[in-house]
C-alpha cells in the first residue's frame, strides 16, 4: 500500500523568496518519487524524479528535492521564486520491486499521486 | 507530433450518453495510461496497458468505463451512459516500458462536462 500526503493546498510566496512545497509519503517497498508541474491549461510535466542513488536530486527550472527515507519526504524546494513558477504541483509515488539480480523494476500503474499544491507568486 | 496526443480536447455531453476519448501515444511507447482528475481532486488512476498483456483495470470505477488499445498504439476509453459525477479532466500518458523508473509523459487531456 502506499499514499502521498502534499501538505497545503495552496501555497504563495513572494517572488524572490524561497519555495517550499511538502510531500510526505508511505510505501511498503522501495519507493520511487516524481514531481509534476501543470501549468495552466496546459498537461502535466516532469520535473524531477528519485529513483536510487543521490537522495538530492535536481529538476529543471531550478527545482530540487531531497529524498529523507527517516522522515519520508520528499520536499520540493527552489531557492528564489519567480512569478512563471505560479502552477499546480503533484507530487507522486510508484511501488518499486526487485525484479532479475538487484535491478530495480517500477510499477507505474499502480503511482499514487497527492491531491496537489497550488503555487501562488505574489510580485 | 512529439508528445501525448488527446481528443477531443474539450467535451460536453447530456447524461445519459456514451462518449469516447482519444489517445495517440508518443511513438514507440510500449506502455498506456489512463487517469482522471476531476475538481479539486489528485490524479486518479484508471487503466494501464503494457504492450500485448492484459490491462490493469483495477482503477475503473464502474462498468461503465472501458477503454481499449488497437494495434499497440492508440486507445480509446469509452464512457457509457455518463453521469454528472464523470465530469472531469482525462489524461492519458505513455512510457518507454514499465522498468527503470522511466518517467511517463503525459497529454494535455480530454476536459469532459456532463450536464
Known amino acids: 500500500a502506499q499514499s502521498v500526503t502534499q501538505l497545503g493546498s495552496h501555497v504563495s510566496v513572494s517572488e524572490g523568496a524561497l519555495v517550499l512545497l511538502r510531500c510526505n509519503y508511505s510505501s511498503s517497498v522501495p519507493p520511487y518519487l516524481f514531481w509534476y508541474v501543470q501549468y495552466p491549461n496546459q498537461g502535466l510535466q516532469l520535473l524531477l524524479k528519485y529513483t536510487t542513488g543521490a537522495t538530492l536530486v535536481k529538476g529543471i527550472n531550478g527545482f530540487e528535492a531531497e529524498f529523507k527515507k527517516s522522515e519520508t519526504s520528499f520536499h520540493l524546494t527552489k531557492p528564489s521564486a519567480h512569478m512563471s513558477d505560479a502552477a499546480e504541483y503533484f507530487c507522486?509515488?510508484?511501488?518499486?520491486?526487485f525484479g532479475k539480480g538487484t535491478r530495480l523494476h517500477i510499477l507505474p500503474s499502480k503511482s499514487t499521486f497527492g491531491d496537489g499544491t497550488t503555487l501562488t507568486v505574489k510580485p | 507530433g512529439a508528445g501525448v496526443s488527446q481528443s477531443p480536447s474539450n467535451k460536453v455531453t447530456e447524461k445519459g450518453k456514451d462518449v469516447e476519448l482519444r489517445c495517440d501515444p508518443i511513438s514507440g511507447h510500449t506502455a498506456l495510461y489512463w487517469y482522471r482528475q476531476s475538481l479539486g481532486q489528485g490524479l486518479e488512476f484508471l487503466i494501464y496497458f503494457q504492450g500485448n498483456s492484459a490491462p490493469d483495470k483495477s482503477g475503473l470505477p464502474s462498468d461503465r468505463f472501458s477503454a481499449e488499445r488497437t494495434g499497440g498504439s492508440v486507445s480509446t476509453l469509452t464512457i457509457q451512459r455518463t453521469q454528472q459525477e464523470d465530469s472531469a479532466v482525462y489524461l492519458c500518458a505513455s512510457s518507454p516500458d514499465r522498468l527503470s523508473g522511466n518517467t511517463i509523459y503525459f497529454g494535455e487531456g480530454s476536459w469532459l462536462t456532463v450536464v
Open positions: 507522486a509515488v510508484t511501488p518499486s520491486f
